[in-house]
């Protein structure tokens, strides 16, 4: 089946209010410009330095999403451009972005990524640590990173239950962060959750952000 009927497909089974992330990491630019001719605007990758030489060569109304683990010496890559940060997962990489923003005369939206999986190799916060960097001076001082919501990863596995169990403690945190921290800020509105095996069930648990890949693609090569 071809992209574009693929994402057809997909667009089709999501609701008013979700957003649909293509994941175009390690896929050539033909095979983003076949999706982008279809009508997809959002994209994201995992590797800032990649996503940097996609930006460079293809439309110019595409919004970039960094998606992956991120090291805040690759953050000068992206900060002129990329529209938000979803792995976000600790305070120096906050100040690096903030920084990268600052140079660049313009605000970044971020996520603060939560590890909900059971995989110890996920990167994440716990709640602990998000509270403790909420209320650290060091992040009160960040002017150019509106956080944005929260994104996490649910275990791989076949596991429904389990899957279920991580989306709705997200969903959680996601509330929880709301009422304490942000029920002032319009813009923290967004749960990055779901890839291409378990997105219809991250949208039940209210996902705003949805990260499909294999499923517009085809498998990765």
Known sequence: ?????????????????????????????????????????????NKAQELAAKQKDLPSDIEWHMIGHMQSNKVKYIGPFVALIHSVDSLNLLEEINKQALKNNRTIGVLLQFHIAE?????????????????????????????CGVMGMATFTENQEQIKKEFKQLKAYFT?????????????????MGMSGDYLEAIRYNATYIRVGSKIFGSRT
């Not at 999501?14 to 605007?41: C, F, H, M």
């Not at 602990?128 to 002017?143: G, I, P, Q, R």
């Open 1 to 45: 089946m071809s992209i574009s009927q693929n994402l057809k497909n997909i667009l089709a089974t999501i609701p008013v209010g979700v957003k649909l992330i293509a994941v175009s990491k390690t896929k050539p630019n033909e095979a983003i410009i076949e999706a982008y001719q279809s009508g997809q605007r959002v994209f994201g990758e």
């Open 176 to 192: 929880q962060l709301k009422s304490a921290h942000f029920s002032e800020k319009e813009r923290f509105n967004e749960i990055s």
């Open 119 to 147: 995989e110890e190799t996920k990167f994440g916060f716990s709640m602990e640590e998000v509270e403790a960097l909420l209320n650290s001076s060091t992040y009160k001082e960040l002017k150019n990173i509106e956080v």
